[in-house]
């Protein structure tokens, strides 16, 4: 046993390894629970994944469930890296297991602690109680990619907590939070997904628009136009048309987009600001750059 042991802790044979170990059986259970509980302060976590695919072989999932209760936290940053690799692995190691057990675990996990891989498993169960760790995984960078994928198989079951998601701002001594606005932007863009701006309350659609952060502000602008509603469409031109002087390059190009694909209740508001004479080419003021985007913008209304 202790050949396949080391087999698996290999760089170069550590796959193998894993077959190696598991043709021991059970009985290599034990010492792969204390490899798996073993921090390496280097960050190195792939021979403890590869325990972890072990275990999971071995179908030694109370092991697993005590390695995704025990303590994580880690003064080291790298340290920690390592840490959160091998919990992913575990949490999607028992994806599968359908037990009450797991799912309780893996919630937990969660509300502690947004990482890709439970929240992963999470979503495949579809459970509503998840919803809310769900929402919440959208504002971190690493777990928002599963949460967004997670929160589509939802789909209109989801509504609602993304609807409270994006009029619940988290601020800090009077300002939101940049991780606030990240949850909030990936929450928006998955009801434009959905369909779903027609029922988003039209108070806040307008709320949104408002918005002080650009990103936000042009998304609501994207709701308002999206739900249909000839109230809100001049609005949101306008708002938009605001947003093309202080827009850093990628968001305006977006914003042209937006005014483009609506053209039909935009052009009005276009025409008003895009009158008057080409700025300079050594003029880079606001509204020498919102008035070369609109220029751009009435071009490709075409005819």
Known sequence: MQRAL?????????DQGVLDVVAVG?????????????????????????????LAALEARDVLLAFLQAPHACADAVEAAGEDAVINAAARALGDVRDESVFQVLLSLADRHSLPGPVEVLGGWRRPEALPCLVW??????????????????????????TRAIDDPVCVAGDETESSRRRRRAAITLLLDQDAAGRVPDVLRVDLMQDEDAALSVLGCRLAL??????????????????????????????????????????????????????????????????RALRRVAARFGP
Request: hydrophobic fraction near 45%.
């Open 6 to 14: 080391d087999r698996l802790l290999s760089l170069q044979v550590g």
């Open 26 to 54: 059970s009985g290599a259970i034990p010492a792969l629970r204390r490899l798996l509980f073993a921090r390496d302060p280097s960050g190195l976590f792939q021979a403890r994944c590869r325990v972890v695919a072990a």
């Open 137 to 162: 995984a959208l504002a971190d960078d690493l777990a928002r990619p599963a949460a967004e994928a997670a929160l589509r198989q939802y789909g209109d079951q989801a509504f609602s907590t993304l």
């Open 226 to 291: 999206a739900a249909g509603s000839p109230r809100e469409d001049e609005a949101a031109a306008r708002r938009l048309v605001d947003w093309l002087g202080q827009a850093n390059w990628f968001l305006r190009a977006e914003i042209e987009d937006i005014l483009v694909a609506h053209a039909d209740r935009c052009k009005a508001v276009i025409a008003e600001h895009a009158d008057g004479p080409p700025p300079r080419d050594d003029d880079q003021s606001r509204d020498a750059v919102a008035l």
